[in-house]
């Protein structure tokens, strides 16, 4: 049984979902902030990472992005993602892995400028620069939606919409300002909020509804 190692609001959303609507047997373990930088935590995740998720072997996976591919794949009659190999596969694993390095770790930078500078100065200038980065970057996903649409990978829902759900979440200055100015995003984020197996993991993350002002 996978061992999903999760801290509410934090990058385990993805897989949370993702284990939800498959609909797979799994533990999941709530962390508090101060679990993760514990010792134990790191004899797992050397950098602290969130999420983990344990394999029936012992071993752990880390990476949100790595962890909802291999579950989509490990697990692809469920039909949240592609079939592995297929040029529709291709497409999701692409798209996973855009989002990964031009939205999450953009934002990543803006949350935690100060670990890149002790000047407040070069902070805000990490942090304005990410943030219009990554503001750039859901545009073009919009863009993308409004085009190819209702979900990234067209008609068929996915694992992908998942992660990018996720990702607006931390949206500054708020959920609320991003899905004002990216419709298709919206459309898709209200979707997801909708989806029947995913209400008690909204819940428990507290992202059911809509947020007005960044966390």
């Not at 602290?48 to 989509?72: H, K, N, Y």
């Not at 304005?128 to 829902?157: H, Q, T």
């Not at 959920?175 to 197996?197: M, Q, T």
């Amino acid at each position: 049984m996978y061992k999903l190692y999760n801290v509410k609001r934090w990058g385990s959303m993805a897989p949370h979902f993702v284990l939800e609507e498959l609909g797979v047997p799994y533990q999941n373990i709530w962390m508090t902030p101060e679990q993760v930088r514990s010792e134990d935590f790191r004899r797992m995740s050397p950098l602290g990472f969130i999420p983990a998720l344990g394999l029936d072997d012992g071993r752990v996976v880390v990476e949100s992005m790595a962890i909802v591919a291999f579950l989509t794949d490990a697990n692809n009659e469920r039909k949240l993602a592609p079939v592995p190999g297929s040029d529709d596969g291709a497409v999701y694993l692409s798209t996973l892995a855009f989002m990964s390095s031009n939205l999450y770790s953009m934002m990543n930078f803006a949350e935690f400028c100060e670990d890149y500078s002790s000047d407040t100065a070069v902070q805000k200038q990490i942090r304005d620069k990410a943030v219009s980065e990554y503001r750039r970057v859901f545009d073009i996903l919009d863009a993308r939606l409004a085009k190819e649409g209702p979900f990234l990978l067209g008609d068929d829902f996915s694992a992908a919409d998942l992660y990018l759900f996720m990702l607006t979440i931390w949206a500054r200055p708020s959920e609320r300002a991003l899905l004002d100015r990216c419709k298709s995003i919206a459309r898709l984020s209200n979707h997801v909020r909708g989806r029947p197996k995913l209400k008690a993991a909204l819940e428990a993350h507290g992202v059911m509804k809509m947020a007005e002002a960044a966390a």
